[in-house]
């Protein structure tokens, strides 16, 4: 069994810059944490040090889940090296401006109150925007690269699109809200420009942690929801590599019978994200689901259910040279 230094060390390897700033976002959460418990100012109905501690932990994720992702290709190309160390400076020029933001006071997103807070909000817009084409750029890149396993190879390939889809997402948030439009048309001071929440103000009550609004729609969710489907599906897809190992003999154990099973989760994802996003776009809060909504949930698990069972139903045999051959045939039972 490797030890604990040695994982790191090879984990390190994946891709340094990347890593590495992984390791500056585990210091993030650190000192995020700290001035929570310490720091008892309030911004927009939340703790000030909320939003780093947040952005912290989830683009550490993302920094890792992308390196793990480039360890993978089987032909090293350097352009692929530098656009990956391209996001990574990109999103350190995030951090810096969210945790000054949070040191001045000051709201780091929507943020158009003076000069300087608009140049910061505009280098934060103009730094995710890149990091996104980057990120698309990769992704075609994984796309084509051929990946022994189907099943994960599958599953990070749907989990990069799908991200993306959710990356997108932020743009929802960043437009003028009718309130914001009527007071700019009437030549007012407007000193926020965009909004998370759709039918109420920002600030206003939410869930705990994630600040996810409860009296009306959230764009966060599906912005969450999307990205984080680049996690989601290998995870997916490697647990039941692990199960298969696990648990002998099971009809999970072959390859045909996963692969369908990933292709399933990759429509249930992409099924609860379009979901959660019609769902904010109504101005409805995520635990206060009306009619409509939960008669959505209630068709998104019965197609979960029906794929899943059709994606078991399917008998695989192993023929003398390794290889799996598929049978669709009713399991005797």
């Known amino acids: 069994m490797a030890t604990v230094p040695t994982t790191l060390s090879r984990a390190v390897s994946w891709h340094r810059p990347l890593m590495v700033f992984a390791g500056l976002m585990v210091v993030s959460t650190v ?19 909320l939003k780093p501690f947040k952005f912290s932990i989830s683009l550490m994720v993302y920094a890792v889940t992308w390196a ?20 990574a400076v990109l999103a350190g020029v995030e951090m810096v401006v969210i945790i000054g933001q949070v040191v001045r006071g000051e709201m780091s997103h929507f943020n158009v ?4 807070n608009a140049v910061l909000f505009s280098i934060m817009g ?14 075609v890149v994984l796309l084509r690269d051929r990946i022994a396993d189907r099943p994960i190879a599958l599953a990070i390939r749907a989990g990069v699109l799908i991200a993306l ?15 914001q439009l009527d007071a700019l048309r009437a030549g007012e001071d407007v000193t926020v420009i965009g909004a998370h929440s759709v039918g109420v103000a920002d600030g206003g009550q939410g869930l705990p942690v994630t600040g996810w609004s409860t009296t009306g729609g959230d764009l966060r969710i599906p912005h969450f ?6 996690q989601a599906l290998p995870l997916f ?52 689901p009306d009619f409509w909504t939960l008669l959505a949930v209630a068709a998104l698990v019965t197609a979960t259910a029906v794929g899943a069972g059709t994606a078991l139903r399917a008998q695989y045999v192993d023929l003398p040279d390794g290889v799996s051959h598929r049978h669709d045939v009713e399991v005797v039972r």
């Open 165 to 179: 889809i959710g990356m997108a997402l932020a743009a929802l948030m960043t437009g003028p809200t009718p309130e």
């Open 68 to 87: 793990w992702m480039l360890s993978l290709q089987r032909k090293v190309r350097p352009w692929v090296w530098w656009t990956s160390t391209v996001i």
């Open 237 to 288: 897809a490697l647990g039941l590599t692990a199960f298969a190992r696990r648990f002998r003999p099971s009809r999970v154990r072959h390859e045909g019978v996963r692969l369908r099973l990933v292709w399933v989760a990759v429509g249930v994802y992409a099924g609860l994200l379009a979901l959660v996003t019609w769902q904010a776009l109504r101005g409805q809060p995520l635990l206060a």
């Open 126 to 139: 103009f730094s995710i925007v890149l990091l996104w084409a980057l990120t698309l750029v990769q992704g």
């Open 31 to 49: 000192v995020s944490l700290a001035g929570l418990l310490v720091d008892d100012r309030v911004l927009v109905g939340a703790p000030i040090w």
């Open 225 to 230: 929801v999307g990205i984080h489907a680049m």
């Open 113 to 116: 109150s003076t000069s300087l």
